[in-house]
């Protein structure tokens, strides 16, 4: 099982202007865009990965962050060649995991979350890369 930095994902209250402003910053295309799970996401490609900016659309976990935190970075995603052995693994080591089994995700990828509780604070996102 191999892991690797996908993508960074930053909540936002209009993803369409964030995402032209950080193209304008840091010079990065934008290469997806799609609205799925009441949120709109776009992706702008660096070297190496992603940003992935996201905005509700008919409220959710996004809007809820928003509510309580508001905008700013709300996870990291790591892409896994095997997402199963990496929900495994967590589990092995003791992590509380949101997704227990991957459901489908942005730009047609299984996801899984673990739980910022057991992980220093920080969500993070398996993404299924095979």
């Known amino acids: 099982m191999e892991v690797s930095f996908a993508h960074a994902g930053i909540a936002t209250t209009d993803a369409t202007a964030l995402a032209a402003e950080y193209?304008?910053?840091f010079d990065c295309p934008i290469v997806?865009?799609?609205q799925t799970d009441g949120m709109y996401f776009v992706f702008l490609e660096l070297d190496g990965g992603y940003l992935e900016v996201i905005e509700p659309i008919d409220g959710g976990p996004i809007a809820e962050y928003l509510d309580e935190d508001g905008p700013g970075l709300h996870h990291f995603a790591l892409a896994t060649d095997?997402?199963?052995a990496a929900l495994d693994r967590a589990r092995e080591h003791g992590v509380?995991?949101?997704d227990e089994q991957p459901?489908?995700?942005a730009w047609g990828h299984d996801v899984a979350?673990?739980?910022p509780a057991s992980t220093g604070g920080v969500l993070f996102?398996?993404?299924d890369s095979a």
């Open 23 to 25: 193209a304008g910053i």
């Open 32 to 34: 997806h865009e799609e």
């Open 82 to 84: 095997d997402i199963t």
């Open 96 to 98: 509380e995991l949101i």
């Open 103 to 105: 459901r489908p995700g």
């Open 113 to 115: 979350f673990l739980h």
């Open 125 to 127: 996102e398996f993404v």
